[in-house]
Each structure stands twice: as structure tokens, then as C-alpha cells.
């Protein structure tokens, strides 16, 4: 009687699931490979390109910072504008050429830059800056109260020390168009405000001066 060989015993239940596991994978990896692979790709690409991105975009403002501390004229600062526009030393440039400007007695060239700064830089820590600047054109131009209304509306809506700049600078305003008891009111404002800053110093100081001069 010959030997027969036995039936292939059938799997058991855990058997059969690892193996039929096993075979979903493999089909769903041979029927979307190339869609993984493609997908890898694209995300290896998007990490390779973001680190790129942010690599230039540091080699740009270092090279903005080293263009910046060269320039030394208003063609050197607008240059600086011109190649690196929304930079910090873009900003920087714009408000010293506008003081430049002012310096040279273009007072309408230098309100424009001051203009064209804050609509490039409206939330720029240097916006303060640039408020002041245009109040002391308008102030050099024979316009004391048009300096003293920028000057009030930001005292008004300035953060402090934009604040209290604007305070001081209408304080000497005022005092410079004789209208004391303003100035006054204004050094007041500026010692109730800000209490301990330097800004109230000066203002008690000033007060001081006008009681030396007042009747």
C-alpha cells in the first residue's frame, strides 16, 4: 500500500487572518504605489523646498542688514528700498531719508517719504517715528496747528512711547505759539500719565521754565 501524503492541514483562524492581511497589503501596495511613492515625493519636495524658502529668506534680510549699514546718502538708502521693499532696514532707510529730506528743506518730498513709509509699514514699531516726522514738517512749514492736531491724535491712539513723545512735542508747540496754559495742561497730562518715566521729568522741567518766564 503505498504512502499517501496528507492533505495540507487547514490554516487555524489566526493563521488565515495573518495571511490574509498580509495579502490585502501587498495588493493595495502593488495597486497604489506609485501613488505613495508620488505622494513621498511630493512632501520630500515641499520639506526640501520650505527649508530653501526660509534659507533664502535669511540670506535676504542679511544681505538687507549688510546694504543697510553700508548706505550713508539718500541714493544708498533708496537703494536699500528699492532692492529689499518690506524690511526692517527698508524701513529704517525710508525714515532716514525722509529726515534727510527735511534737513535739506524739501519739506513736501520729505512728508510724501513719511506718507509712503507708513502706508508700506502700518504696523511698524517705528510708525511713531514717522508721526512725528510729519508733525515737525508741518510744524517747520509755518503750520503749528496742523502739527498740533497729528500730534493729538497720537497722544491719543500711539502705544506709550509714541505717546509721550507726541505730548512733549505739542507741549513745545504750544509753548512756542504763546499759548501757556495749554502747554501747561498738556505738561500735566504728561506727569499724570507716565508718572515715573522720562517723559515726566522733562515735562516738570518745562513747567518749570515757564514759571521762571510767566507773569
Known amino acids: 500500500m503505498k504512502n499517501r501524503t496528507a492533505p495540507p492541514s487547514a490554516p487555524s483562524p489566526d493563521e488565515r487572518n495573518f495571511t490574509d ?12 504605489k506609485r501613488a505613495i511613492i508620488a505622494g513621498l ?3 520630500l519636495i515641499a520639506g526640501l523646498g520650505g527649508g530653501a524658502w526660509m534659507a533664502h529668506h535669511q540670506g535676504v534680510a542679511a544681505n538687507a542688514r549688510r546694504a543697510f549699514a ?34 535739506s528743506g524739501d519739506l513736501k518730498a520729505s512728508s510724501e517719504t513719511y506718507e509712503a513709509f507708513l502706508a508700506g509699514f502700518p504696523r511698524s514699531p517705528l510708525e511713531s517715528l514717522a508721526r512725528l516726522g510729519q508733525a515737525g514738517n508741518e510744524a517747520a512749514g509755518g503750520r503749528s496747528q496742523q502739527a498740533v492736531e497729528v500730534l493729538r491724535e497720537m497722544g ?21 505759539s504763546d499759548r501757556p496754559s495749554e502747554a501747561q495742561k498738556v505738561f500735566d497730562d504728561v506727569a499724570t500719565e507716565f508718572p515715573q518715566s522720562l517723559a515726566a521729568r522733562v515735562a516738570r522741567a518745562q513747567k518749570e521754565r515757564m514759571a521762571l518766564i510767566l507773569p
Open 156 to 176: 491719543a491712539s500711539a502705544q506709550s512711547f509714541g505717546a509721550q513723545a507726541a505730548l512733549l512735542m505739542e507741549g513745545q508747540l504750544l509753548v512756542a
Open 70 to 103: 553700508l548706505a550713508d546718502s539718500v541714493e544708498g538708502w533708496q537703494g536699500v528700498v528699492k532692492r529689499y521693499p518690506g524690511s526692517v532696514p527698508a524701513a529704517s532707510s525710508q525714515l532716514l531719508i525722509a529726515q534727510a529730506q527735511r534737513q
Open 21 to 32: 492581511e498580509n495579502l490585502g497589503v501587498e495588493l493595495f501596495w502593488e495597486k497604489n
Open 41 to 43: 515625493v511630493v512632501l
